[in-house]
């Protein structure tokens, strides 16, 4: 008979005879009540088990043989409850030795919870579930209460993870730098204030998508964009292979990456464009300008695009030069996307790739009138942005690998 049948207190013919009784009589619920109930008592046999053979291999002793005072000798019992995914083990049975204490393969020391538990308790936090109300919400499949403190200790492991992010190498692999803002709400003290988080997002020449990076500041300035860009450069995003960098049309941005990556093409993002350039209409013809607008950025060549601008400029000149104007100074910047493969073009024009990562963050704080403070706004960031990053792992730009072979032909040729 060996140890697991030693320990476990039910059978599994007992387990099987259980289960046929229920359907017998058709009982569904109290069939999937036994199913839960036998799952527990097996996986604690289990668990009791492996921490028995443990205690064997240690002393060189079976369960009922004496062992050698000089090496050490059994002292009973302490029990401990676990909560697992498959519900809370109370009062397991952990074998102890008189005078030294084992460590256990089973669970870490102080350990109350298995990592499947703590995995669900922050997904649930960062689906947008409160912190007093992700213990109400799983209580039901764990079979216990948690409290809002348990779930705020599982999300402080976050802090670790945020650090790491912050200060991971960055490989030279991309070909395009998008950057972009976002504006949210942090407590601080008895306040709260509107604070600006830069992101950088990158596409590789493979085609894979990823937040490189992203740092909460007070406000969007030229010296917090700078030494944002200074640190990417420094993690070793040198820009030896960047193509272009595509960013909306604030002056601190601009200027900052005239410091840091001067010698890299720059895209202003049409969208932020069309939204300045309809402040100067009235509102009834806001729709039609953007419209019209269309034509200059879905045009086949840079060429189209140039005659349709002339035609857009003729028309709207007249109803608002300062509209025209808006457009007209920045015309060089905007039409570099048309420098490189048509079906990169959708991807580059714009920032609204970014944006869309910007949606999925405000999703998940909807529920939150502001942050509780800057390491909570951190930890939830990181968290949604590195399950994007995951998510996009698996779902590359496909249209983007042919000019990995295009880079890699002028590579050898200009070797």
């Known amino acids: 008979m060996n140890t697991f049948e030693r320990i476990s207190p039910v059978s599994p013919n007992t387990i099987l005879a259980d289960w046929r009784r229920e359907v017998k009589y058709n009982n569904i619920d109290e069939f999937w009540k036994s199913i839960e109930r036998n799952i527990k008592e097996l996986l604690r046999g289990l668990l009791e088990a492996t921490m028995q053979e443990e205690l064997v291999i240690y002393t060189g002793r079976q369960w009922n043989q004496k062992i050698n005072e000089e090496i050490d000798y059994r002292n009973g019992y302490y029990y401990r409850d676990l909560l697992t995914n498959y519900g809370n083990l109370r009062k397991l049975r952990i074998p102890r030795l008189r005078k030294t204490k084992i460590k256990t393969k089973v669970f870490k020391n102080y350990q109350r919870r298995v990592k499947a538990v703590d995995r669900a308790l922050k997904d649930v936090f960062l689906a947008g579930v409160s912190t007093r109300r992700v213990g109400e919400a799983l209580s039901c499949l764990l079979d216990t209460s948690i409290s809002a403190t348990s779930v705020s200790n599982v999300t402080k492991a976050l802090d670790k993870e945020v650090r790491k992010f912050h200060n991971k190498t960055l490989l030279d692999e991309y070909q395009y730098l998008i950057l972009d803002a976002i504006i949210i709400k942090v407590k601080d003290g008895l306040k709260y204030s509107k604070k600006a988080v830069l992101v950088a997002y990158g596409i590789t020449f493979l085609g894979s998508r990823k937040i490189i990076s992203f740092r909460q500041v007070k406000r969007e300035t030229k010296p917090v964009w700078t030494a944002f860009l200074n640190d990417l450069f420094k ?3 040198e820009g030896k292979n960047l193509r272009l960098i595509v960013t909306d049309g604030h002056k601190g941005l601009i200027a900052s990456l005239e410091e840091v990556y001067p010698f890299i093409p720059h895209q202003r993002c049409w969208a932020h464009k069309s939204r300045n350039i309809t402040k100067y209409l009235p509102k009834a013809l806001q729709k039609k300008c953007s419209k019209d607008l269309r034509r200059i950025y879905n045009a086949n060549s840079r060429q189209e695009a140039i005659n349709q601008f002339k035609v857009w400029k003729r028309k709207w000149n007249k109803i608002s030069p300062k509209a025209v104007h808006c457009l007209e100074k920045d015309m060089p910047d905007m039409l570099r996307f048309f420098d490189f493969p048509q079906k990169h073009r959708i991807k580059i024009r714009t920032t609204n790739i970014i944006e869309r990562s910007f949606r999925e963050v405000r999703r ?35 249209n983007f690998n042919q000019l990995k072979k295009e880079h890699l032909r002028e590579l050898t040729q200009n070797a």
Not at 365 to 387: E, G, K, Q, Y
């Open 364 to 398: 998940r704080i909807r529920t939150m009138n502001c942050f509780s403070n800057p390491a909570s706004c951190d930890r939830i960031m990181f968290a949604v942005l590195n399950h994007m990053n995951k998510h996009w792992e698996e779902h590359p730009f496909k």
């Open 235 to 237: 993690r070793g995003l």
